[in-house]
Structure formats: C-alpha cells, structure tokens
C-alpha cells in the first residue's frame, strides 16, 4: 500500500483510498451488475441493475470505512494516536502510530470493529424486512418475490448480509485480524507478556491463512468446498486472500519485535554525526573524484553554512551527461532541502526506520531546524540492533532491504 489518494478528513482522521481498491470495486459492481441483479430482476433495465450494483460498492466500502472508523475512535479513547484510515482491496486498515499500552485497549479497540459490522448488517436486514412488509417473503415462491422488490429493498437485502459476513470472518482468532487482536488480547491480559501473546496469536493467523491456501489449492483441483464450492478463480482468490494474510501475520510480530529492539533509542545515538558534505557550488566533476569514486556514500547532504540546502548522489549524477559535470555546479542537480525527508536528532529510532522504509531510501538527513547535525542510514541502525536487539531480525531486514 501507499499509493494512492487522501478522500478526505472525518473526526480529524484522514482517509485515504488505495489504488488496489478499484479491483476489488469493479468486481463487486461488475458481479451485481451482469449476474447477481439480472438474474434477480429480469425485468429491470440494464441502467438500472449497473447503478444499484455502482451504489451497492459504494456503500459496501462506507460499511468498512464506518468498521475502521470505529477501531479508530476506540482506540484514541484508550490513547492511542490514529492518523490515518486506508481502504484499500482487502478492505480497510486503521493505522495506529504506536502499540495499546494495556491489554483492554486492545481489547476494545479490536472488538468494536466487528460488533459495528454485525450491528449494521442485521440493521440493514430490519430496514428491508420493513420495506418488504409484515407478508415477508413466500418461501413457496422466493424468486417471484424477489424480482418484484425495490432497488431499495435489494441493496439492504444484500448490505445485511455481507456486513454479517464481514463482522464474522473479523471474528476469526488469527492475528491481524481483529478476532486475532481479541485473542492476543485475552492471552496479554493472561501472562502480562505482549511478546508472547503476539506470538501465539499471530501463529494462529499462520494457521488461518494456511488452511485458506489448502482451501484454495483444492477448489482449484476440482474439490467441493461448503459455502465456497468449487472453482479456479473462487479458488485462487481464496489462496491470495490466505497468502495476505499470512505475510501479514508475519509483518505484525515483526512490528512488535522492531519496536522493543529500538524502544527508547533516539536517532542521535544511532547517526553519524561528522556526516560528510558538499558544498552547492562544487563542480559535479569534483564531487565524482573526490567523493563518490574513493568514497562509499551514495548520497551526501549539500551543506551551506551548517544549513542544509539539498541532498546529492548518483541517481542525480547519472543525470546528465559526463562532458557537463566539469562546467555544472552540485546546486543545480540536487534535491532541493523542501523535496527531502528528514528527521530529528531527538525522534525514536524506530519511527526513523519506518521513515527510513516509506521514503524508499538508505540514508537520511538529521536535522535541527535548518541545520545539518548528522545522517542516519539503514545500515547503521540495523548494526546496531543486530549488537543490542535482535540479530535474526536484523538479518531479516537487512536481507528484505538488499
């Protein structure tokens, strides 16, 4: 995730919608709208069936907005700093800037999710069973019932159960999934040790997700599942689904993990602060023979006075062409200081790594203000909790990273 657009601002969180989503969106439209309400309703139009299934979407991912806005507004109760809301195509995801400090945050914050689901799905099922009228429908004759219901009374029949579906699946005690939370939750609460209810939850995740790619594998070799059925596309989409949350469950504890090895460690402890630099006026020329070819940085900061003007390395030289580097200054190549992620000597090591991650890059400035005071690298960082944290982890990273 990560690419995409902001939708905008509720209770003073932002939401942000994945480009991923649009898959997921044509599919549901593009289902309802060619089989599901066609077949349903012979006798609506073509116009007809496309907008109900194009509103149906829309309000399928305002039920999962309204599910992850709930997580969010519960765990800023419990003190919990939540920014951001991104949907995207395995629905939503509430971004929490720091772990629940006790087990009943987590408790609260992770069960409301699906308690909000289930509330509006059997909501929506009363609203359509209000519109239908007290007759119901004729289980005798369903199908002749159903064609003659509302456009209304059909996307709440549908809305009901899907969100029932979604609070149920959420339910499930793997990790992360909000029943995987309520569980790590309980056993928290349990042992006192959140290392290790992270651990046993997320195996149960693994597990989960295994037994959806099993699903998956089989429905694609020609086995009946009960209520998936059959199928290679039901089944790939299932395995995806397994192998998602998988890596998920993995990613969480590796979260917890990183965050204990780097508790309490500034960004100052970690940067090099005689990091070396370059003035803007330095001929590129000059900045290839004299750093980049004898020495090991691939980026150095562009320093003027001690204020931080820009950053410069290879991708930047590789630029432009060799017979200029002679007559080019390194101001007119560089990133300028307003395009460039920075950190502060005083900021956690572990939300500079995640910086570090975001921005896609090896190194970056520290900075007081405008002044250079240091750079902090991956490398470094890595190093060091390889000596002070966790060594495995620290392979891990370093190998994900080269």
Known sequence: MGQGFRLGRIAGIDVHVDWSLLIIFALIASSLGLATFPALHPNWSSLLSWVTALVAAVLFF????????????VGRAYGMRVPRITLFIFGGLAHMESEPEHWRG??????????????????????????IGPEGIDPA???????????????????????????????VPGFPLDGGRVLRAAMWGLTGDIRRATRWASRAGQGFAWLLIATGVAMILGARVPLFGTGTIGGLWLAFIGWFLNSAALASYQQLLLRESLGGVRVARLMRSRATDVPPDMAVQDLVDAHLLRGGERALP???GHRLVGLVGLAEVQQRDQGEWPHLSVRKIMIPRARLVTVGPEEDAHDALMTLTRAGVNQLPV????????????????????LYGDPSLARQLRDQGS
Do not use: Y
């Open 367 to 386: 900075v007081e203000g405008d002044r250079l005071v240091g750079m902090l690298r991956r490398a470094d960082v890595l190093h060091w909790m390889a």
């Open 302 to 304: 562009v320093v003027e």
């Open 141 to 171: 004759n369903p199908r002749e019932h159903l064609a003659g219901l509302s456009p209304l009374a059909t996307l709440l029949l549908w809305l009901g159960p899907v969100n029932v579906i979604l609070g149920l699946f959420n339910l």
């Open 106 to 131: 987590e408790l609260w914050m992770a069960i409301v999710g699906p308690i909000t689901s289930l509330v509006l799905g059997f909501t929506f099922l009363v609203l359509a069973g209000l519109l």
């Open 62 to 73: 305002a039920s999962v907005l309204v599910h992850e806005l709930s997580h969010a507004l």
